[in-house]
């Protein structure tokens, strides 16, 4: 990843290339690293960009009328957390 992009902080990386080096770059992220990762990259629609998600981020992609939206679970409260 150090080749392509700029490690603006611990895993965050940040590159502009060209949609075939994407496609393999994702490729790579998916089969031979099996990482976790969000994909941010422009692309021709209302939102000028797409989002991909592989493995098990802490965010989830959600599609709202043709807009892509990341959504983080809500972390539920233990019953024993109740002020008093």
């Not at 392509?4 to 990386?13: D, P, R, T």
């Not at 060209?18 to 629609?45: P, Q, Y």
């Amino acid at each position: 990843m150090s080749r392509l992009a700029i490690e603006v902080k611990s895993g965050v990386f940040v590159a502009d290339v060209g949609a075939r080096v994407k496609d393999k770059l994702w490729e790579r992220i998916v089969s031979e690293w099996n990482l976790n990762a969000i994909m941010i990259f422009t692309t021709n629609t209302e939102q000028s960009y797409g989002i991909r998600v592989n493995g098990d981020p802490d965010r989830n992609v959600i599609d709202f009328d043709g807009i892509s939206l990341l959504s983080k679970p809500v972390k539920k409260k233990k019953s024993n957390d109740v002020a008093e």
